[in-house]
């Protein structure tokens, strides 16, 4: 199993081939979707992509990354996203969304499959 681990979007896209990539989605604010793209560009269909990022509640309940999303939208023009949110720009970057876990209070994993 080949792993590629991506954090900088100013490199060049990862190696094809891969069978799942994890991604932080700090990057993701700005550039999500040309990211995405160059990330599925060198999937095969199939293939894993897991996210690390907060989920914001899809009801809008109360969660510790809200204060983390005012900051993003105020200095970085970024902000979290809701589960629904999630998939729905990995389905306009070709991926389907298995599942999202919760991995700490702040963190979860957002598990997708090239299609």
């Known amino acids: ?51 690390i990022d907060a989920v914001l509640p899809d009801d809008g309940s109360p969660h510790p990354a809200f204060t983390r999303d005012v900051v993003m939208l105020m200095t970085l023009r970024g902000r979290d996203r809701t589960g629904d949110e999630f998939e729905e720009l990995l389905n306009r970057s070709a991926f389907r969304l298995n599942r999202i ?10 598990e997708a499959d090239a299609v």
């Open 101 to 110: 876990v919760s991995a700490s209070v702040m963190t979860s994993i957002i």
């Open 1 to 51: 199993m080949k792993v590629v681990v991506l954090g900088n979007p100013k490199k060049p896209g990862p190696p094809a081939g891969a069978s799942w990539h994890p991604f932080l989605c700090a990057v993701l604010c700005q550039w999500c979707l040309r990211i995405l793209a160059v990330v599925r560009r060198a999937m095969s269909p199939g293939a894993r992509l897991l996210v």
